[in-house]
């Protein structure tokens, strides 16, 4: 159950049905360029064909995917190449960032990183959680019709080990060369700055995520139409939907009141590492999903939110919870409320009429610190995108952000014991604890 946040919000009306979107810039900036240059002095830039958005990414030398063993959803885990299946652990997201771009995982989004920022040839390169800190930004310099993928930090190249063509192979760094495993395609899928779309196996993980593509146009960015319902279910007690869940894009509704009031059930919970995707939640919807763990919530859409839309509940640091895609409508009070530790990753999301898009629990029975990252998202009539408690260490990071209007985009708060009242102590970019700059927001 998700824990009453009674700092300040505003009830808005819904707004109207005009369609938007927002200009999506697909390159790497100068910098980035600059850095990859100095790795491979002899490359031409990468073009506009490779910029944010959504890839498989296939190595030159074997012709295998860049995947997470096992689609793990922890971090440190060592990434592979293996047969190209289309799998949710074999999806990366660009994310233009300062000197580059971020590559994260569709799937649990964790960071590609060179384990412990290693400057060295032949370090491991994990998946970990998104800082932002030293080996978990890219550059691409182009090579024909494949890019070397270039760790700015120490100026190395993404690398099978031994420059192995087998499948399992672990991924690693090493000087940049013209050995073919040190190059990669990158091949759009959902997002992507080009209206390509690739072919799909008949997976069923393959064929959500097409699905989730059609619902989502508009670059990746929140800006997409409201889907339409392909049915109705009527759920009147909470749905255990363990590892996986796909709704099909049906509408699920019916526990609670609709309201604000606090206990209300949820209509699912997700396990550790599950994934709930492709559902359509109308009231009344009770306290929405709970995640126990580390989850991944794709295409998800609340037409009206009950007490919460989601809740984020693990006590464990290296939790990670993803918000990929979908929309929520009419939140008086909250979208997501963060009640356990770990990251919340919010990315191609849209809202409509919310008091706060997200909110770290200022007064919950545990204290934890609590990391948000939100990136390609759209608001209207929503009063704050974020509050966070900056004396726990919460830190909020923001990107490509489009409000209609205005917004407070990072509120601070002082966190208290259980029982007493968060105290509001500023709004506003600070490089410590609220991460981002002008270029990060655009008001329409």
């Not at 978990?136 to 063509?165: E, F, I, P």
């Not at 059609?214 to 800006?223: L, Y």
Request: contains cysteine; proline residues 3%.
């Amino acid at each position: 159950m998700s824990t009453p946040d009674r700092s300040p919000t505003t009830r808005t009306g819904r707004p109207g049905d005009a369609r938007w979107r927002l200009s999506l810039t697909a390159a790497a900036g100068a910098t980035a360029l600059a850095a990859a240059l100095v790795a491979w002095p002899s490359a031409p830039a990468a073009d506009a064909a490779v910029g944010a958005g959504t890839y498989t990414v296939t190595n030159a030398g074997s012709g295998q995917c860049l995947d997470v063993p096992g689609a793990s959803a922890s971090s440190g885990v060592q990434l592979q190449q293996a047969a190209c299946t289309g799998a949710g652990g074999q999806r990366w997201t660009l994310t233009s960032v300062s000197g580059g771009f971020r590559i994260a995982s569709a799937a649990n989004g964790l960071c590609v990183a060179v384990r412990d920022g290693s400057t060295s040839a032949g370090k491991v390169i994990e998946q970990t959680s998104c800082t932002g800190s030293a080996g978990q930004t890219w550059s691409l310099t182009q090579s024909g019709s494949n890019y070397r993928v270039v760790d700015t930090n120490g100026g190395k190249c993404m690398n099978t080990k031994d420059n192995s063509t087998s499948a399992g192979a672990p991924v690693q760094t090493n000087s940049c060369d013209s050995a073919a495993t040190k190059q990669w395609t990158f091949s759009p899928t959902s997002g992507g700055p080009t209206s390509t779309t690739t072919s799909t196996s008949t997976t069923t993980r393959t064929t959500t995520t097409t699905t989730t593509t059609s619902q989502q146009p508009g670059g990746g960015d929140g800006s997409g139409s409201w889907p339409s319902d392909t049915g109705s279910v009527h759920q009147t007690t909470t749905r255990d939907v363990g590892s996986y869940f796909n709704g099909g894009m049906k509408r699920y509704y019916g526990i609670g009141d609709g309201g604000q009031g606090e206990g209300q059930d949820p209509m699912f919970v997700v396990a550790n590492g599950g994934t709930i995707e492709n559902v359509i939640i109308d009231a009344p919807a009770g306290d929405g999903i709970h995640c126990s763990g580390s989850c991944t919530i794709r295409n998800v859409w609340w037409n009206d939110v009950g007490e919460d839309a989601a809740t984020f509940m693990s006590s464990s640091s290296s939790a990670t919870y993803l918000v990929d895609g979908g929309g929520a409508k009419s939140a008086s009070d909250k979208v997501f409320q963060h009640n356990g530790a770990g990251t919340v990753t919010i990315r191609n999301f849209q809202s409509h009429s919310a008091g706060k898009l997200y909110r770290a629990c200022g007064n919950c029975s545990s204290s934890y610190q609590r990391h948000l990252v939100m990136d390609g998202v759209t608001v209207r009539s929503t009063k704050v995108l974020a509050g966070i408690n900056t004396n726990w260490g919460d830190t909020a990071r923001f990107s490509r952000i489009t409000v209609y209007g205005s917004a407070t985009i990072c509120e601070k708060y002082q966190g208290v014991p259980k029982g007493s009242e968060p105290k509001k102590i500023g709004e506003g970019a600070d490089g410590k604890n609220c991460f981002y700059s002008t270029s990060d927001i655009t008001y329409r």
